[in-house]
């Protein structure tokens, strides 16, 4: 059985991946119209960064859907580039205000149970390939504060552990904004899956 908390994220998975769905139905239709209006070149990837980067620090906050319209005006690469950026930078920030605030910060805005659920889950061995894999199967910033707050692992081996993880789904989102309508279906089918798997692994622990 899946936890009340894990049934949470995985309908709030699926909300953000209809989200996604619906932007990027939005940004094919008024792709002329996004690029005229809502280019603002290197200043409006300035903004997407910084509005990504506050999402994964803020974990109730989710940019998802604007990756289709990153797509939209700076093409696939880019845009996943950029995601990458905001993504692993975001992290780092929430590593780094577990580690140096502790418990008495963090227990204000997360369940420390659940938070030690995350924790549980890297184990004592290939550290940085379960970061990884973590990264790749749980799409939610909690486990960025987990790491932070329960564990010794260095902030250099996180950081590229996450910068690994997160790149896999930052291409496949940003160029699925240009597949056929079946192909993103199968796309956020595939990130809810994975999403899922992640949350049984949590159950099991």
Do not use: C, H
């Not at 905001?86 to 997360?110: H, N, S, V, Y």
């Not at 552990?161 to 989102?173: C, E, M, N, Q, R």
């Amino acid at each position: 059985m899946i936890g009340t908390t894990d049934k949470s994220n995985l309908i709030k998975s699926l909300l953000l991946i209809s989200l996604f769905v619906l932007a990027v139905f939005v940004s094919t239709v008024y792709q002329k119209e996004i690029a005229t209006y809502l280019d603002f070149g290197y200043w409006g990837m300035l903004i997407y960064v910084l509005l990504a980067t506050s999402s994964t620090v803020l974990d109730p906050v989710n940019t998802l859907p604007l990756i289709p319209v990153a797509t939209a005006l700076w093409g696939g690469l880019i845009s996943a580039l950029l995601s990458i950026t905001a993504w692993t930078l975001g992290a780092i920030i929430a590593f780094i205000i577990a580690r140096r605030l502790g418990k008495p910060f963090i227990e204000k805005r997360f369940d420390l149970n659940q938070i030690a659920r995350y924790e549980k889950l890297l184990g004592d061995e290939y550290v940085f390939w379960n970061i990884v894999a973590l990264r790749i199967m749980i799409p939610v910033d909690i486990l960025s504060y987990a790491i932070g707050l329960f564990t010794s692992v260095k902030l250099s081996t996180y950081s590229l552990a996450t910068l690994i993880g997160v790149s896999p789904f930052a291409f496949l989102l940003a160029y699925s904004a240009t597949f056929p309508l079946i192909l993103q279906i199968g796309v956020g089918a595939l990130v809810l899956v994975t999403a899922y798997l992640g949350y049984k692994r949590i159950q099991r622990n």
